[in-house]
């Protein structure tokens, strides 16, 4: 079978029969096409002809280009599910990527807000500003929810339960989770929504059913957010090293430092495997250290 043909198979059931999203099927695509342009430069154009030499040349070439260690772990995790997926459909007799292994992880240092900063961040935006009830509704959203940039721009009003004070949120692959909010975010909702989401819901651009929306009445993107945040931070004098996502990270750290559980957490940052919730455990080595020292009767003693 041609490469390209069976791409375009792959693609194809990933998005109907996996109903994965357009991000993953965009990435999926972007990365066997790189494959695909490796192949032919080998002069192999058939899933029958690749075999586990010419992969791990290829893993090699993404290497020899200087790219992160979590960008080849995602490509090689796509070829992974390529040849998978040609070996259970039966397409090839033997699967070359089974013995191909992920590179070591990098350790990454997660950002995350002391209390002080978040405070000051989410105080930004202020009275006179005509978009700061929605400004400051995404800012407390992201802080309150831990959700992603991705769920918070998905966001619809019908996600959101006034009178149970919940709200649902559409994650990755498209599955979905139901969080409780605070009553102080049900009302910086329902002040947006009262102040200035009605005067944005205008012209050709309005989209009704999102919550939060741009100047032309349409769905915010996640650019828009990451140069909203980026202009507060500087307007109180942050460092821009913090990003959109330390919210999430900041969410869950927080969290923990005040005794919640990893399970917890998890279901509220919708987490597929707690040890993908377990990173932040390292984060909050200081509350550990003051459990101890308040706890332990040797540490009391001392």
Do not use: W
Request: proline share 4%.
């Amino acid at each position: 079978m041609n490469l390209s043909a069976a791409i375009d198979n792959f693609l194809q059931f990933q998005s109907i029969e996996r109903n994965a999203s357009s991000l993953t099927i965009k990435a999926y695509s972007e990365d066997l096409c790189e494959l695909t342009g490796y192949a032919e430069n080998e002069k192999v154009t058939t899933v029958e002809e690749t075999d586990y030499f010419l992969l791990r040349g290829f893993i090699a070439y993404l290497y020899e280009r200087g790219l992160a260690k979590s960008s080849i772990e995602r490509k090689l995790a796509t070829v992974r599910s390529f040849y998978n997926y040609l070996y259970k459909k039966r397409s090839i007799e033997e699967n070359p990527a089974r013995m191909l292994k992920f590179p070591k992880k990098e350790k990454k240092i997660l950002s995350v807000f002391p209390k002080e900063d978040i405070n000051k961040l989410l105080s930004a935006p202020k009275e006179g500003n005509p978009a700061a009830p929605r400004d400051r509704l995404i800012l407390e959203l992201l802080y309150g929810t831990g959700m992603r940039v991705s769920e918070l721009v998905g966001l619809n009003i019908s996600d959101v339960d006034f009178s149970g004070n919940r709200l649902r949120i559409r994650g990755k692959g498209k599955k979905e989770r139901i969080i409780p909010l605070d009553k102080i975010y049900i009302n910086f909702i329902g002040d947006y929504i009262h102040s200035i989401r009605g005067m944005l819901h205008k012209g050709s651009f309005a989209d009704p059913e999102a919550l939060i929306l741009n100047r032309r009445g349409g769905r915010l993107s996640a650019r828009n957010i990451l140069e909203l945040i980026k202009q507060y931070l500087r307007e109180v004098n942050l460092p821009d090293t913090y990003s959109p996502h330390s919210f999430r990270h900041t969410f869950a750290t927080h969290l923990l430092g005040a005794g919640a559980d990893l399970r917890s957490i998890q279901e509220l940052l919708g987490h597929e495997s707690l040890s993908t919730t377990q990173k932040y455990t390292h984060l909050d080595l200081q509350a550990l250290i003051d459990a101890y020292t308040y706890s332990h009767p040797k540490a009391q003693n001392k």
